[in-house]
C-alpha cells in the first residue's frame, strides 16, 4: 500500500492518559499535515511538518499537543493529559514538496474516543 | 467570516442528472483549489484541483474555477448512486494548510 498510513484507526483513552497518533507518507513525500475533524465540522489544519522540523503549528493548542516527523520512523502527534474534547477524527496528510500545484494525500485517519 | 463556505445539504439528485456542487472563498489572494470526496467514516479522497479561471474536465467531473467571484465548483454528470458522500472543498491561501468548508452531503437516489 503506496497510501499515506495511519494507526491506530481507533484509540480509546480515559481522560488524563496520553494518545499517540502515527502517521507515514507516501513514498517519497517530505511534507507531512495534520487534520482534526470534530463531528458535523470540517478539517481544521493543526500542524505542518517536514523531515525534523515543526514549519507550522498555527492550528495546535499551545497544551497538551506536540508533534515531531524524526528523521527515521512515522509522523507522530502527541496529546497529553487527553480531556474529553479531544475526542475527534485526526487525519495525516502528505505531499511531495510543498507548492500550490501539489495537493495533500489524506490517510484513513485515527479515530480517538475519550471515556 | 468563514474562510470556505459550502452549503450544507444535503443536496438528493436522481440517478444520471448532474450534480452541482458549489463553494465560496473569502481570501482573494487563494491560489489553488481542491475537491475531497469522503464517505462516511473514511478518509477524504482527492478528485481533482484547479488553479486557473475555467474548467477543468476529468471523466464525469468536472471544476470550474472564477476567482473574481470567488468562487468555485464541481459537477458530477451522471450522477451514480456511489456518488453519494460529503464533498469537501478545500483553498490553498498559500500558507502552509488547506483551509476546508464544512462539506456538502449528496445523495443520488436511484
Known amino acids: 500500500n503506496a497510501g499515506v498510513m495511519q494507526n491506530p484507526r481507533h484509540l480509546v483513552r480515559r481522560r488524563g492518559q496520553e494518545a499517540r497518533l502515527r502517521c507515514s507518507p507516501m513514498?517519497?513525500?517530505?511534507?507531512v499535515y495534520w487534520y482534526r475533524q470534530l463531528p458535523e465540522e470540517g478539517l481544521k489544519f493543526m500542524v505542518y511538518?517536514?523531515?525534523?522540523?515543526?514549519?507550522?503549528e498555527s492550528g495546535m493548542p499551545k497544551e497538551r499537543f506536540s508533534a515531531e516527523f524524526p528523521k527515521e520512523g512515522p509522523s507522530i502527534l502527541r496529546i497529553q493529559q487527553v480531556v474529553r474534547g479531544d475526542s475527534a477524527a485526526y487525519f495525516c496528510?502528505?505531499?511531495?514538496?510543498?507548492?500550490?500545484?501539489?495537493?495533500?494525500?489524506f490517510g484513513d485517519g485515527t479515530r480517538l474516543s475519550i471515556l | 467570516q468563514k474562510e470556505v463556505e459550502q452549503n450544507s445539504g444535503p443536496l438528493s439528485v436522481p440517478e444520471g442528472a448532474i450534480a452541482s456542487l458549489n463553494c465560496t472563498y473569502s481570501?482573494?489572494?487563494?491560489?489553488?483549489f481542491f475537491w475531497y470526496r469522503q464517505y462516511s467514516g473514511k478518509s477524504p479522497e482527492l478528485i481533482m484541483f484547479?488553479?486557473?479561471?475555467g474548467d477543468k474536465e476529468d471523466g464525469r467531473f468536472t471544476a470550474q474555477l472564477n476567482k473574481a467571484s470567488q468562487y468555485v465548483s464541481l459537477l458530477i454528470r451522471d450522477s451514480q448512486p456511489s456518488d453519494s458522500a460529503t464533498y469537501l472543498c478545500?483553498?490553498?491561501?498559500?500558507?502552509?494548510?488547506?483551509?476546508f468548508g464544512t462539506g456538502t452531503r449528496l445523495t443520488v437516489i436511484p
Open positions: 496528510a502528505s505531499s511531495p514538496t510543498r507548492g500550490f500545484d501539489q495537493p495533500q494525500h
Open positions: 513514498k517519497g513525500h517530505s511534507h
Open positions: 511538518l517536514q523531515k525534523e522540523n515543526i514549519i507550522d
Open positions: 481570501d482573494r489572494g487563494s491560489q489553488s
Open positions: 484547479i488553479y486557473s479561471n
Open positions: 478545500a483553498v490553498d491561501t498559500g500558507a502552509n494548510n488547506l483551509f
